[in-house]
Structure formats: C-alpha cells, structure tokens
C-alpha cells in the first residue's frame, strides 16, 4: 500500500513536494494525503517561512481578486458576503462523543458532524488553488508554543494569517514526528463574481475536539475562517483546562507606573468591547490585543500574546480618540482593509471624524448613500464590523520585548469588562482572586455586538468574554481559574470595568476616562494608593482620581461626576446576582464556590441597602 508520503509526491509538483518532504512526520503527511484527495484541488502551494512564499501569497491574494490595490502602498481591500460580515454562532458547532452535553453552545454528534462537514467540502476545491501554511500560536521554541497546520483555498485567509501568526515551517521542520498540532481546513467554496462566498447556506464552521481540527466552509468573514484566530481558541480552551493553565480572550498590555515601572494587565472584553482600544491606549504599551496564553511558570502568573497582528474594528477610529491606530492606518505598511468604503483608491468607514464621500464601493458593491439592502435597511457607508488587519510591528507603542520574551510578562492584573449600561462602577478590585473571579469574570454580563450575526444591544451572558468559545464545560472552566491561582505564590489582582454606563442616553465617561482607570489600577497592583470598601470591592477615592484626571488628561474631574459614576446601584445589583445565579443553578458540575461567594455578595448588599438605602454614594462609605 502507498504511505502517505509516496500519495503527497504524486499529487504535488516537485517543488512543492520538497518543502514536504523536509518536515518528517507521517502524521502531518497522512492529513495532507487525506484532504488533498478529498478537496481536490486543481493547484497546490506550499509555504515555508521564505519572504518569497509569503509575497506569493499576497500577490495571489490580488490575483484572484479577494483583495484590491488601494492607493497607500501595500494596503489592499477586502470584501465579505453582505450576508458573511461576523461570526456565525448558529453555524457554529462543537462535534462531541455520543451522550456528551455542553451547556451554550450548539453541539453535534462527532460522527455525524464530520459526515456532514466531508459531504460539504467534497471537492469543494476543484478549479481552485490550494496553499498550505504553517505557523505558531505563541513565542516559538517556549513553554507557549502550540504549532499549526491551515490548508485554505483563500489567500486572503493565507495573507491574514501571515500578518496575524509567526510564521512556523520550520517549527515543524524542527519538531519531527509529533501528533501536538491543531489542523484547519478552509474553502470559502464557490465564489461570486465579487469574490466572496456564495453559498451561504452551507455556511459551516465545525470544531472536532477530539482530532483538534477545525473545518470551514462557504464563508470568508475572518472570525469564521482565520484558523488561528478563534478556531484555534476553542481548540487550545479545552488544552488549557485539561493542562492547568490558561488561554484567554485578553488583551495584554504594560501599564508605565511612577519611576519607570512597568506593570502588565491582561483585560477580558467580550467582541467590540474595548479590547484594541484600551491597548492602544497613547502612554502605555501594547502587547497584545485578543488573545492570551497565561502560565504557572515558578508560581507567577506569565502571559504572552498569541498572535503578532491586530485584526482589530475600524469603526470610530478616528485622530482624536484612537491617535496611534489612525496614524498607522495612514502609512505604508502591511495593511488588509476588510469591509469598508473604497472612493477613489482610498478607505473610509463609519465614525472616522472626516467627510465622507457619497458612493463608492463597499461591502454592498457599488454604494451611494441611501442605498437599501433587501431587506429595506440603509445601509451604512461601512460596516460596523468593518475591520483592519496589520502586525504589531507597526505600530510605535508596541512593547517588544515582551511580545518576543519566551517565557511573556508576569501579569500584575486581570480587568473583566463588558457593555453594561446600568450596573458596575467604572472601575473597581475585588477582594481576593476568588472574589474576582467568580463576581467579575464568571458573572460577566454584556450587551451583544456586531461581531457576532444576530440581533445587537441585548444584555447577555458571557462569562470571561469567552461564552462563544466555551468548548469545555463552564465547570470545569471556572474550577480550573480558581485552582490556577491557588497554586500560585503571587496572584494577579483582580479588577472589573465598564466603559459603558449610561443615563438619559448619554454615556457618563469619555472614551480616554479609561486611561485613568489604568493608572489607578497600576497603583493598585502596588499597594500606592488606598481604596474604598464596598460590598462588591474597592473603588478609588475621589482625591486619587481627581489627581490623576488632571495628570494624565489634564481635565477636572467633579465631586458630582466620581459621585454619579460610582454610586453603588443596590438593586442593579441585586437583580444581577439573582441572573447569575439562576444561569448557574440548573447547571450540574458547577464549584460549590461561585454560590457562595454570589451569596457572600448579595448578603453584603443587602447590609449596606438596610443602612444607606438603595442607591449609595461612594462617600458614605469612607467614615462607616
Ligand atoms: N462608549 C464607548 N465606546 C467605546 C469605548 N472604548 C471602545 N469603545 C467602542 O467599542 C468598539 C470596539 O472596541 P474594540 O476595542 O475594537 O473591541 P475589541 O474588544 O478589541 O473587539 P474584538 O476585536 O471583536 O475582540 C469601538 O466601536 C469603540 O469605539 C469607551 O470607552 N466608551
Ligand atoms: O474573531 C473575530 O471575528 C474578531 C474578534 O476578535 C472577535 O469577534 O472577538
Ligand atoms: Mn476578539
């Protein structure tokens, strides 16, 4: 019988063959055999870690059309379906062993998934090219590294990738035979003459835990196909709870303390929740802005950024809000537009804070203002999930020596956060790593986004921003969270924020307010600045703020506004706990902590309501 090897040096060209053959590992010979045979493929491309394998993917991408020339060298656009802008939760699947249930997300038999996948994706690729690409998710050569093979017909995906991932050919040139990869497939399948996915309708993102393979087919949005991005997520999710560690939708960012101190944050926002913009805050350091490995490495929590790219929302970037990304964007680097306006070789999009123009083409095809879709909605001049993809690199507030270092940056604090109008302070620390979370990160509540398809502004459930990515059971997730800091010897602090209170429709802080809360939280981490206690944490005290407002934004900030921001809202409150708690009751596996500590909370409220009434100045709180 022919071994998979001897199948790979007929299918692909002798080029081609060779960059293969270099890599000894019959498992990683065996998927290709198999899948090549199956997608069938007119064209086969290997990439190695060579500049000219990579500019072979970028032209291809121009080639055939899913990405245009604009006029800023080296920035090109790209368009989605009208109908393929976000991730697609309902076509979404886990394939599970027969009887295994997990709560939230959609599930499907492993058999019959992958028969329904295969039947799909059967020759799915005829007439078309096929590259093969290799990259790694964390620093190469460390603890972090889990390598990863993506076979995809859209070189868009390919070209993405390579801004978005180190590159790992000869990671797996290095390895030899090992099983440890996580494998994606892709086709955006048949496309229409604008180049992007057409039958929607077999629209198809499926995750096999048990082979750590994710296939996706018949779209090309970059969070349904972007294998490293959040197809890999799920995959290294259910690697990190069975290992005891942790693999987090987190922004990672230095925070300059006084003196030259550096002090890193991790933040878990759920999708278009102030991920990317909080990192890109002018005066700190990014490091990272989506996705973050977190390890015990000699009992400090270390954290390092997957990628080395920003896939990141372009709506609202505007000069005055978001300088350093509004810069960047208007330079000659590497930089894949997805989904706006084009108008004469240039991109515009919703809320950049300049005119503009009336037509063009966007995400629609040809665009003029007024233009309704079928359904009869306008639509915009871009769209609201409109994105950027650019490396790291360019950007001038990158810290790199944390992006490279192998074994990342000890965390000093892990901020949850969400879109919640009405209920938590615009900053706050919790008690103690339990306290934070369980109340913080488990509890996370926030309003639904454009990132995902389906209706927006609905409060909902999304505990550490990572609900849509959940393939694990929420019990053992959380158990794993409070199991990891209790090995450790120094716990990060925990901190919980909302950028997004709102009252008479108007929000009560500013987008750079969050600048602040950074620098109160980095004082914090070292014990420089007392705190008020509250029955659901510390908040800052007025002076604290006051003083900062004026240091970093030069602003005055009022008794009245610390007063409205961070009065506690009893009921808000209370009422929250109660949907916690009735999310959780019915589940089984569930730590016999999160109850009581929700339980500890809500008896602290109801104290504090019983001697101060409902709604609590944060004042009334400092001489008890
Ligand atoms: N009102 C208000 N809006 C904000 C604030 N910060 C960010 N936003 C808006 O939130 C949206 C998304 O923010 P991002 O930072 O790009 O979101 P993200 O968490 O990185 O999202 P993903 O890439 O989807 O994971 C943008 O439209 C911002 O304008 C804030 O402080 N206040
Ligand atoms: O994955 C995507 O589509 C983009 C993203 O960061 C998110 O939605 O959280
Ligand atoms: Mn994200």
């Not at 950028?499 to 929000?507: A, T």
Request: glycine residues 8%; aromatic residues 12%; neutral net charge.
């Amino acid at each position: 019988m022919e071994n998979a090897l001897e199948k790979l040096e007929n299918i692909l060209e002798k080029e081609q063959f060779e960059k293969i053959r270099k890599i000894n590992n019959p498992y990683l010979h065996e998927f290709l055999a198999e899948w090549i045979e199956w997608l069938q493929p007119s064209k086969i491309f290997v990439c190695t870690d060579s500049p000219e394998d990579e500019e072979y993917v970028r032209w291809k991408a121009l080639y055939y059309g899913e990405e245009k020339m604009l006029e800023m060298p080296r920035h090109t656009v790209h368009y989605d379906n009208y109908y393929d802008q976000a991730r697609d939760k309902t076509n979404t699947k886990l394939l599970v062993p027969k009887g295994v249930t997990l709560p939230f997300l959609n599930t499907i038999e492993r058999e019959e998934g992958l028969r329904e996948i295969r039947e799909i994706m059967k020759g799915i690729m005829k007439g078309k090219e096929l590259f093969i690409c290799f990259f790694v998710l964390g620093p190469k050569n460390s603890v972090f590294t889990i390598p990863a093979v993506q076979l995809t017909d859209s070189a868009y995906v390919a070209h993405s990738e390579f801004l978005l991932y180190r590159k790992g050919y000869e990671e797996f040139v290095r390895m030899g035979p090992t099983r440890n990869f996580l494998r994606f497939v892709h086709s955006a399948g048949e496309l229409d003459e604008r180049k992007t996915s057409k039958n929607l309708d077999k629209r198809r993102i499926y995750i096999d835990l048990v082979d750590e393979t994710v296939y996706s087919a018949n779209t090309q949005y970059g969070g349904n196909t972007i294998g490293l991005k959040k197809l890999a997520f799920r995959l290294t999710i259910q690697r990190a709870v069975r290992e005891g560690w942790l693999s987090e939708h987190m922004f990672l960012m230095r925070v300059n303390g006084p003196n030259g101190r550096k002090t890193y944050f991790t933040g878990a926002y759920p999708s278009m929740c102030g991920k990317t913009s909080t990192a890109m805050i002018p005066w700190e350091n990014i490091v990272g802005d989506d996705l973050v490995f977190i390890k015990n490495l000699d009992g400090r929590a270390r954290a390092v950024n997957v990628e080395i790219g920003v896939f990141g929302i372009i709506e609202g970037v505007n000069e005055k809000d978001d300088p350093i990304i509004w810069k960047v964007l208007h330079s000659p680097v590497e930089i894949i537009f997805s989904n706006v306006l084009v108008k004469d070789g240039k991109p515009y999009w919703n809320g950049m804070g300049i005119p503009i123009p009336d037509e063009g083409e966007n995400h629609s095809g040809k665009w003029w203002r007024g233009k309704k879709d079928a359904e009869g909605r306008e639509i915009p001049p871009s769209h609201k999930n409109a994105r950027f993809t650019v490396r790291l690199e360019a950007f001038p507030n990158l810290d790199r020596e944390a992006l490279e270092n192998p074994c990342g940056v000890e965390v000093g604090g892990m901020i949850f956060g969400g879109r919640d109008p009405d209920t938590w302070p615009p900053v706050r620390e919790a008690f103690s790593w339990q306290h934070g979370v369980i109340t913080m990160g488990a509890s996370l509540e926030s309003e639904t986004t454009a990132a995902t398809l389906g209706k927006e502004g609905v409060r909902a459930f999304n505990p550490m921003s990572i609900l849509d990515f959940l393939s694990v059971h929420i019990g053992d997730y959380i158990r794993n969270y409070l199991e990891f800091g209790r090995k450790l010897k120094k716990t990060p602090k925990i901190f919980a924020v909302n950028y997004f209170l709102r009252e008479n429709g108007q929000w009560l802080n500013e987008k750079l307010d969050k600048a602040v809360w950074l620098k109160w939280m980095e004082l914090r981490v070292h014990g420089d600045v007392e705190a008020i206690e509250t029955p659901i944490g510390y908040i800052p005290k007025y002076e604290d703020l006051k003083a900062l407002f004026k240091q970093v934004l030069n602003k005055e900030y009022t008794r009245e506004d610390y007063e409205k921001q961070f009065k506690i809202r009893v009921p808000e409150l209370l009422a929250k706990i109660d949907r916690i708690w009735k999310i959780y009751e019915p589940l089984d596996n569930i730590p016999e902590e999160l109850f009581e500590e929700l339980e500890k909370e809500r008896k602290r409220l109801l104290e504090a309501r019983e001697r101060y009434g409902e709604y609590i100045s944060p004042f009334k709180f400092l001489n008890p």
